[in-house]
């Protein structure tokens, strides 16, 4: 069983839509979660940092932690055609390392 | 800008020679780490550096694979004797020492590598 598990996709929606990302996670050890936007053949940009249960918004995102359900979300309002990326999401059992563990990713395309 | 820098952006190679790939870590951040990333797959942790001393290795790494951090800062990935399934993308990443958000890892644009 992988650490992390993460619909691939591909999620077609039209611009203006709510977008619902989501991740499972099998070991409650992890503490910090993360949300990566990966544009084609770019290195991955920072989006989201939680560590702990909740929500947590930045504008039209919103990242969700439920640590006992071991799952995790990112919403999208108002989706725009530039929204279109694959979302990867990351976590870490903090410590030492400091190393991420990624999910597969979701390629999102909003179409205008 | 004064991002995570890598070199080259892509590089077209021949099964069975050897590769470098250089980062330039955010001036200021003392951990450096490299991930290898293929098609439809998420980033996967090879490797990484606490100022020069190289801490972990990933089994993902292996004895074809060489990192140094010579100085604590730039750093360097060989691939010795490439193999097709080399082909990938490989990102490197800094941060400050911890956890937490103070310690966030930021990306660079990765490396792609295609073994023909």
């Known amino acids: 069983q992988k650490e992390v598990e993460q619909d691939p996709g591909p999620l077609s929606v039209p611009e203006g839509a709510i977008v619902s990302l989501n991740c499972t996670y099998s070991n409650s050890a992890f503490q910090y979660f993360m949300w990566y936007r990966q544009y084609s053949r770019k290195g991955p940009e920072l989006l989201m940092y939680?560590?702990?249960?909740g929500n947590k918004e930045d504008g039209r995102f919103t990242a969700q932690v439920d640590k006992s359900s071991k799952y995790i979300s990112l919403f999208i309002r108002d989706s725009q055609p530039s929204d279109s990326a694959t979302y990867l999401c990351a976590l870490n059992y903090g410590g030492a390392t400091n190393k991420l563990i990624f999910g597969t990713g979701t390629l999102l395309a909003v179409q205008p | 800008d004064t991002g995570v820098s890598q070199d080259p952006r892509h590089k077209i190679t021949k099964r069975g020679q050897n590769v470098t790939f250089r980062c330039d870590p955010i001036s200021e951040h003392n951990r450096l780490y490299w991930y290898r990333q293929t098609l439809g797959q998420g980033p996967e942790f090879l490797t990484y550096f606490q100022n020069e001393a190289q801490l972990e290795k990933s089994r993902l790494l292996s004895d074809r694979f060489s990192a140094e951090r010579p100085k604590g800062s730039f750093s360097t990935l060989e691939i010795q004797r490439t193999e097709q399934g080399d082909s990938a993308m490989y990102l490197c990443?800094?941060?400050?020492?911890?956890?937490?958000?103070?310690?966030?890892?930021?990306f660079g644009e990765g490396s792609w590598l295609t073994v023909v």
């Open positions: 990443a800094s941060s400050l020492a911890g956890t937490g958000a103070g310690n966030t890892i930021y």
């Open positions: 939680t560590y702990s249960s």
